[in-house]
Every structure is written in structure tokens, then in C-alpha cells.
Nanobody, 118 residues
């Protein structure tokens, strides 16, 4: 079983940067794609943010809302995926969660809060 754990959230001013981490031991061996989702305050649905496949060529994908500002990467030796977030906007404020979509199932972390203030 792959259990993601997120870290790196916090409060930042508009235009600032944060780097989120998702540590999920075994994500490469279990052929997982790691996805970041976020849920903004007052919204019922989560928004998919970005993904990376960790067991093939490391292909990445981004939501249009974060493209060119966020970058996802993986350190396979550390079983960790990073989400570098730059040029942050107030609308990026949300609970960010990491989800491992693996050959054996889906595994979700508990999330890390990001707050962007003007």
C-alpha cells in the first residue's frame, strides 16, 4: 500500500512561491501516477492541478489555471514528488492533496494548506 504524505504548505503573499512535497514510499515500484488536487475554501469539488507518471518517462500534465506557473517533478530515490508553485495568486488558496493512482488502487494523503494573501 502506498500512503502519500504532503508537506510544504503555508502562507505566502501574492507573487510568492512555495514548494509542496508528496512522499509516497513505493510509488515507483507500484507503478503509480502522482496527482495533485486542490480544494478551495467554500467549494465542494476538488480541482485537479497536475500529475506525473513516476514509472515511465516521467510525463507531466498541468491544469490550464497553473500552467507556466507550477512545475511538478519526481525524485524516485526519495520516493518524493514536488510541486513548485511560483507567481502565486489569491485564487491558488486551497487545501492541496496528493493522490497516488497505482496499479493496485488509489491512495490519498491528508493534504497541506496553502494560503495566498494580497
Amino acid at each position: 500500500q502506498v500512503q502519500p504524505v504532503e508537506s510544504g504548505g503555508g502562507s505566502v503573499q501574492v507573487g510568492g512561491s512555495l514548494r509542496l512535497s508528496c512522499t509516497a514510499p513505493g510509488f515507483t515500484a507500484n507503478k503509480c501516477a502522482i496527482n495533485w488536487y486542490r480544494q478551495a475554501p467554500g467549494k465542494k469539488q476538488q480541482e485537479w492541478v497536475s500529475s506525473i507518471t513516476t514509472f515511465t518517462n516521467g510525463g507531466t500534465n498541468y491544469a490550464n489555471s497553473v500552467k507556466d506557473r507550477f512545475a511538478i517533478s519526481a525524485d524516485r530515490a526519495a520516493d518524493t514528488v514536488y510541486l513548485q508553485m511560483n507567481s502565486l495568486k489569491p485564487e491558488d488558496t486551497a487545501m492541496y492533496s496528493c493522490a497516488a493512482f497505482c496499479s493496485g488502487g488509489q491512495y490519498w494523503g491528508k493534504g497541506t494548506q496553502v494560503t495566498v494573501s494580497s
